[in-house]
């Protein structure tokens, strides 16, 4: 059975930095792309960075660009999203996923099968 389980997220002020975290089990994150969602009450839920299996290429959304980093550790199996400068925009429920397709460009969350339930990520101003 496959999980991936998210942690990490809090109450932080703006400005200030988070790393979430995401262990998958029942899959070997090195056959899968890997990525984080994000979605704020009200709003769409949208992609935030992903990482190839490789880990050789990623993919930013242009609002966590320079701010966000997403980086993996195949030997603990694990995801990582390291959130600096955060801002009060940044905060929503943050999911991490795991696919088997990647594209050159963007990607989707239809690419994406395995989701986790959510850590939550509240910047305040």
């Known amino acids: 059975q496959v999980q991936v389980v998210e942690s990490g997220g809090g109450l932080v002020q703006a400005g200030g930095s988070l790393t979430l975290s995401c262990t998958a089990s029942?899959?070997?994150?090195?056959?899968?792309?890997m990525g984080w969602f994000r979605q704020a009450p009200g709003k769409e839920r949208e992609g935030v960075s992903c990482i190839k299996w490789s880990g050789t290429s990623t993919h930013y959304a242009d609002s966590v660009k320079g701010r966000f980093t997403i980086s993996k550790d195949n030997d603990k199996n694990t995801l990582y999203l390291q959130m600096n400068s955060l801002k009060p925009e940044d905060t929503a429920m943050y999911y991490c996923?795991?696919?088997?397709?990647?594209?050159?460009?963007?990607?989707?969350?239809?690419?994406?099968?395995?989701w986790g339930q959510g850590t939550q990520v509240t910047v305040s101003s």
């Open positions: 996923a795991s696919g088997t397709k990647w594209r050159s460009t963007g990607w989707s969350a239809e690419d994406f099968r395995y």
């Open positions: 029942g899959l070997t994150i090195d056959n899968y792309a």
